[in-house]
């Protein structure tokens, strides 16, 4: 069956809504989920969404209540997620950043007590689509062995960076492994390998079977250098943010445990700096200088998926699509009537 972004995004929201999601949070859920896979992060679009529904039966993910603001300064916000969605703690972290830094230059808001929230670059364009950058960190529960070691104690721990510009997109949007968790889950859904240089098993030997590479370790990207990225991360959206850290992170994988991730998210207003103009005008002169090389802008490859995405819609693989039926046909909904 084929789906496409409208249709997506209503199968989404009417699967939350029944299961008893308050409203503008199925929403906020529906519009993360369609981004991803919008932009060909398949693993971490509708093909993730029934580890959410699982959330509710393990009772991980709470549909009750509201996030509380637990600490605050006109630039900073500690936020507490009440175990919501993470995609609404995630979205009302980084609006509170942004409101922040359009009135002091910078906001910086942190959470805990959240859950899984999508794709990581998704909270980054909010920023960029209000003329902020956005940066976006977060830890998960571990998958990378420590740099010397072979024990995954380290999460994938995603990075995300929005740059606003009047007319070009320019984002990174990245884990610190060499691939996400995410895609290592759908390849083995799909029966597929992973490439070379992925994963290790679990006695240390690389794999290319994905099962394997669950149960043992993903590589860092970069080798020390993205080690050392995903171990800084871990702190920052750690220990910082009364969250897990290291093996003390539960529940991003699977909604099986309370999830005990965190995140931080930074917004900052460039109006503040140096003028959004100059900020502007700088900016293009070095795209320019960029794209007379040939090169390619980060964020150019979500560019181009999501034209083509948008235009063909996208198919589901067999196994999801009987994942998703079940999921449907026990609330009494017809998945075939939102096939594209
Ligand atoms: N929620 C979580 O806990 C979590 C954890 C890890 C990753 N993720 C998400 O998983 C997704 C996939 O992460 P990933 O690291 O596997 O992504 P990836 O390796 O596919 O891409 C990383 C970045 O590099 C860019 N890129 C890669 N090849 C390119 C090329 N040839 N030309 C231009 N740009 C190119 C991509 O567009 C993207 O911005 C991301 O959205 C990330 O946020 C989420």
């Known amino acids: 069956m084929k789906l496409n972004a409208k249709n997506e995004k209503k199968l989404v929201t009417d699967i939350l809504i029944k299961l008893g999601t308050q409203e503008n949070q199925a929403d906020i859920v529906a519009q993360a989920t369609v981004d991803a896979d919008l932009k060909g992060f398949t693993s971490h679009g509708i093909g993730r969404f029934s580890q959410y529904i699982k959330g509710f039966k393990a009772k991980t993910i709470n549909l009750e209540g509201d996030i509380d603001i637990e600490r605050e300064t006109e630039a900073m916000a500690l936020i507490n997620g009440n175990s919501l969605f993470g995609q609404y703690v995630a979205r009302r972290a980084m609006d509170l950043a942004i409101e922040k830094a359009k009135n002091v230059g910078i906001g910086i808001v942190g959470t805990h007590n959240g859950n899984h929230f999508g794709v990581?670059?998704?909270?980054?364009?909010?920023a960029s689509q209000k003329g902020c950058i956005g940066v976006v960190i977060a830890n998960?529960?571990?998958?990378?062995?420590?740099?010397?070691?072979?024990?995954?104690?380290?999460?994938?721990?995603?990075?995300?960076?929005?740059?606003?510009?009047?007319d070009t997109y320019i984002a990174l949007d990245m884990a610190t492994?060499?691939?996400?968790?995410?895609?290592?889950?759908?390849?083995?859904?799909?029966?597929?390998?992973?490439?070379?240089?992925?994963?290790?098993?679990k006695d240390g030997k690389p794999t290319t079977d994905p099962a394997k590479g669950i149960e043992g370790s993903i590589l860092p990207f970069g080798g020390f250098k993205g080690y050392g990225l995903a171990f800084l991360i871990e702190i920052l959206t750690g220990s910082l943010v009364n969250a897990g850290i290291g093996t003390g992170v539960k529940g991003t994988a699977t909604c099986s445990e309370d999830c005990t991730k965190g995140d931080l998210f930074l917004a900052i207003d460039p109006e503040k700096f140096v003028g959004k103009e100059q900020f502007n005008d700088e900016t293009d002169k070095f795209l320019d200088e960029i794209r007379a090389d040939n090169g390619v802008i980060p964020g150019s490859l979500e560019v181009e998926r999501v034209k083509g995405n948008l235009a063909n819609g996208w198919e589901l693989d067999p196994v999801l699509f009987d994942t998703l039926n079940?999921?449907?046909?026990?609330?009494?909904?017809?998945?075939?009537?939102?096939?594209?």
């Open 177 to 201: 492994s060499v691939a996400a968790r995410g895609k290592l889950l759908e390849s083995r859904r799909k029966g597929e390998s992973i490439p070379e240089g992925t994963a290790l098993d």
């Open 120 to 126: 990581t670059g998704y909270y980054s364009d909010l």
């Open 140 to 166: 998960t529960e571990p998958a990378i062995a420590p740099f010397g070691g072979k024990k995954p104690l380290i999460g994938t721990n995603p990075i995300a960076i929005g740059i606003p510009n009047e």
């Open 326 to 340: 079940d999921i449907c046909k026990n609330i009494d909904i017809d998945i075939e009537d939102y096939a594209a």
